[in-house]
């Protein structure tokens, strides 16, 4: 499946509708402290927690960590607002962690900075297309990455996040199960090459993962000989090829705890050095480099959905009444299938 060119325009035309609009004044330090003091309150009033992905701003992420809420890669995000008793969850992220985080707790409020934060993957699999292309191999077990929407998910049978994909396709192929993956290419073929599995993939990929170059980063490497390289696997396979350790946004944390280099050449989105910085202070990292030019260069290294989520909309997530996530509830029971599955999955389960 060849991602129609309309499509792929659509998307960048996306991009640039938000990079045309600027970027906003840096909030001075009296603003910064009213804006956080504010949602503080309003937390405490409402009963509610702050889920927060790793590439969201560095004060988003600490004010959830101030507030007793969670900053993690998709996964722990949605079992950390599963059970959390907070009536109200405050996904600060892309809008497929809030359909997800509802999918999976259908009596509580989801609401998010702004619905219009999404994602290239989610845009780049159309749930309609999709349904047509799965139908053309019924005999297949249909994977879909968790950068998905709601009605897509609903057509899975298992859904899954980079921590877990290799896994769960060692799993499924142990069980002699074919695999339909959807919708990242770069990570359906790492999966591909490092399981053997059998798999047909969608054409998706992120328009953050898919600028890093492998021609740049060996450049890099000789100005920082001792620096090991850590790459997320939506990346392009001549940039895996170069990695060091490759992994989620968690396992790229881990390997900079594990690993003795002082520094690292880190290909992921760049909000992930808030932690890296502040798990492990006494190494340096520097993003992967890019190629610098396209329609998408500025968003290169930085997502410009996940830069919605800004304090501003933060503050007044409860003013408004257009930021709810709401997910049919016959879609989401159907969608809730894949996700417990996810949820429950352990890699040492034995093939069934």
């Known amino acids: ?18 990079l045309d609009k600027g970027t906003p004044e ?5 603003r910064q402290q009213e804006l956080v003091a ?15 992905h790793y590439y969201t701003a560095p004060e988003i992420q600490a004010l959830a960590e101030e507030t007793g809420g969670c900053v993690s890669d998709s996964l722990q995000m949605a079992r950390f607002g599963h059970d959390h008793p907070a009536e109200t969850l405050i ?10 985080a509802k999918i999976l707790t259908p009596d509580k409020h989801v609401l998010m900075p702004t619905l219009e934060a999404t994602c290239s993957l989610d845009i780049g ?11 053309q191999y019924p005999d297949r077990q249909v994977v879909v990455y968790a950068n998905t929407s709601a009605a897509v998910k609903a057509r899975a049978d298992w859904v899954v996040t980079s921590s877990i994909a290799l896994e769960v396709a060692e799993y499924l192929a142990d069980r002699g199960d074919k695999i339909l993956w959807a919708p990242d290419r770069h990570l359906g073929d790492y999966v591909r090459r490092e399981t053997g599995a059998d798999i047909v993939m969608w054409d998706g990929a992120c328009i953050v993962h898919e600028e890093f170059k492998a021609r ?3 450049d890099l490497k000789n100005v920082y000989p001792d620096a090991a390289v850590l790459v997320h696997p939506e990346s392009p396979a001549s940039v895996i090829e170069l990695a060091d350790r490759v992994g989620s946004t968690t396992q790229i944390i881990d390997a900079a705890r594990e690993l003795d280099n002082p520094q690292f050449i880190v290909a992921t989105d760049q909000g992930i050095f808030y932690q890296l910085q502040k798990q492990v202070p006494d190494k340096q990292f520097i993003i992967a480099p890019t190629a610098g030019h396209g329609a998408t260069c500025h968003s290169c290294g930085n997502c410009p959905w996940m830069a919605m989520n800004e304090l501003e909309t933060l503050a007044a997530v409860f003013e408004r009444d257009d930021n709810e996530i709401f997910v049919d509830r016959e879609l989401g029971e159907r969608a809730m299938v894949p996700l417990r599955r996810m949820l429950e999955f352990s890699p040492n389960r034995q093939a069934d």
Do not use: W, Y
């Open 216 to 218: 740049s980063l060996l």
């Open 125 to 135: 699999c159309p749930a309609d297309e999709f349904s047509d292309f799965c139908d």
């Open 38 to 52: 504010r949602i503080k309150e309003e937390l405490v009033r409402h009963n509610a927690v702050i889920v927060a």
């Open 1 to 18: 499946m060849t991602i129609a060119s309309d499509r792929l325009q659509a998307i960048r035309e996306q991009v640039q509708h938000h």
């Open 26 to 30: 840096p909030l001075s330090a009296e």
């Open 91 to 100: 996904v600060a992220g892309v809008r497929f962690m809030g359909e997800t």
